[in-house]
C-alpha cells in the first residue's frame, strides 16, 4: 500500500504522528494565541462590572434625593420647634385650649383651639363639597364623553389649577360673597331651626364662602387625579363586565371604582393638603372671629394660614413665635393627615393583594 501523505515521516504502527493540519481539526494543540474568534453559540465571559456605571449613579442619586427630602422634613420641624418655644413659655394661657389671641400683650395669652377648627372645618366643606363633583367630572371624562369633547374639557380643568390663590380670593370676596350672602339669608329664612344655619346675621363672609372657595380651588386637583386613575382600568376588567350583560353604570360601580380607590383616596388626600394649607384664599373671604362655632353662615370663623398672614406684619417677637407655633401644629396636621391616607392606600393595596 502507498504512503499516506497526512501522516508524518515518523510515524509508527504504535505512536501515529499527526500533521498540523489534522491536530488543529481534531482540536489538538489550540491555545488562546492561535484563536481570536469565540467558539460558536456564544459561550464568552460576560464584562467585568465596572466600578462605577450609570445604574449605580442613579441608584445613589436616587437614595440621597429621598434622603434630603427627609432631612428637609426634619430641619423645618426642628426650625418650627425652636422658634416657638421662648413664645410657648411667654404664654399665660393654655395654647391647646385657648380661644384668644394675643401675643403682642404684655401678658401674652393666645391658643390654637379656635384657629385649628376653623382650619379642619373649611377644609371639610370643601372637600364634602368638591370630592362628588369632581368624581363625576373625572368619570364622565373617562368613560362617558367623546374624545373631541373630553380632550379639551380635560385641558380647562387642569388649568384651573394653575390659577393663583390671590385670584380665586379676590374673586370670592368681590364677586362670589354677594350670592353667598343672598344664599344664606334663604337657609337662615328657611331652616334656621338647624343649629348649621341658624343665627341672626351678618351674614356674607362666612366659613360657608371659605369652604366654597376652597372647593372650587380643590376641584382641579381631585379631578385630574381621579381621572388619570381611571383611565388607568384594565381594559379587560371592563370589557369582562360588560360581557356579563353590566350596563355602563354597573361596569364602573364594579369594575373601574373598586381599581381606581386608593388612587381616589390619595387625589383627595392631596386636595386636602391643599385646602388645610390655603392663606390668602381664607384671609380675603373670612371675617376675622376666634371661636368655635358650627354655624356656617354667620360673619366669622379663621384658620392657621390665613391668621398667619393677617398678624404677621404687626407681631412683636413672642408674636411671632406665637405665629410659629401655630404654624408647627398645622405641619403636625398635614402629617398626620398624609400619614393616614398613606395607611389606607397600603391596608387596600394588601388587601386587594391578597383577594389576587
Known sequence: MGDNPSRSVNATAG??????????G???????????????????????????????????LSTASGAMVLVIIVA?????????????????????????WAPNEPQPSFGIAAL??????????????????ALSIALFLSHYAPKRLATPLGFVIDLLAAVPSVVFGLWGRDVFQEPVRDFSIWLNEYFSWIPLFGGDGPFGQSVMLGGLVLAIMVLPIVTSLSREVFQQTPGMNEEAAL???????EMIRTAVLPYGKPGVIAAV?????????????????????????FNLIENGGNSVAANIANSFAEANDTGRGALIASGLVLFAITLVVNMTARAIIYRRREFRDSAA
Open 269 to 293: 388626600m392631596l386636595g386636602l393638603g391643599r385646602a388645610l394649607g390655603e392663606t390668602i384664599a381664607l384671609a380675603l373671604t373670612l371675617s376675622v372671629a376666634f371661636n368655635i362655632s
Open 243 to 249: 360581557a356579563l350583560g353590566a350596563t355602563r353604570w
Open 15 to 24: 505512536d501515529l504522528g499527526v500533521t498540523p493540519r489534522h491536530a488543529r
Open 116 to 133: 385649628a377648627f376653623g382650619t379642619v372645618l373649611s377644609s371639610i366643606i370643601a372637600l364634602i363639597v368638591a370630592v362628588p363633583i
Open 76 to 100: 423645618i420641624a426642628g426650625f418650627l420647634i425652636s422658634e416657638a418655644i421662648p413664645a410657648l413659655q411667654a404664654n399665660t394661657g393654655n395654647f391647646l385650649t385657648q380661644f384668644e
Open 26 to 60: 481534531a482540536g489538538y494543540g489550540a491555545s488562546p494565541s492561535n484563536f481570536n474568534e469565540p467558539p460558536l453559540g456564544g459561550g464568552g465571559s460576560l464584562p467585568k462590572k465596572t466600578r462605577f456605571s450609570i445604574e449605580t449613579g442613579f441608584r445613589g
